[in-house]
Nanobody, 132 residues
Framework: QVQLVESGGGLVQPGGSLRLSCTVS????????????IGWFRQAPGKEREGVSC????????AYADSVKGRFTISRDNAKNTVYLQMNSLKPEDTAVYYC?????????????????????WGQGTQVTVSS
């Protein structure tokens, strides 16, 4: 099975930045990171999980939730099997547990924002807290 591990969360002041990492371990022969959509999601206390961003395809097509456009950037390093989420101009409402996930269904695309129901494998999450 595919395994994902997030890292990089922590405490940051409003207006600050964090960079999250998601390392993907292949569970089958022929895996390449650009073969499948990789998504970032978040869940705040008392709220439903929401899609944040997604990256897919050989050309690195991306999608973002309206709430993070212009502030967050998703990227990947195929050689390291790692996807990143650079978060700038952070706000208190960005506080949440952040998860990465992979959609292994053939022909899948990124949603705008990505929808959690399409993603089969998930990481354990990393806490991001934005507070003064």
């Amino acid at each position: 099975q595919v395994q994902l591990v997030e890292s990089g969360g922590g405490l940051v002041q409003p207006g600050g930045s964090l960079r999250l990492s998601c390392t993907v371990s292949p569970g089958f022969t022929g895996f390449t990171l650009d073969s499948f959509p990789i998504g970032w999601f978040r869940q705040a206390p008392g709220k439903e999980r929401e899609g944040v961003s997604c990256i897919r395809g050989s050309h690195g097509s991306t999608a973002y939730a309206d709430s993070v456009k212009g502030r967050f950037t998703i990227s990947r390093d195929n050689a390291k099997n790692t996807v990143y989420l650079q978060m700038n101009s952070l706000k208190p409402e960005d506080t949440a547990v952040y998860y990465c996930a992979i959609d292994v269904t053939i022909g899948s695309t990124c949603g705008s924002p990505p929808q959690s129901s399409f993603y089969e494998y998930w990481g354990q999450g990393t806490q991001v807290t934005v507070s003064s």
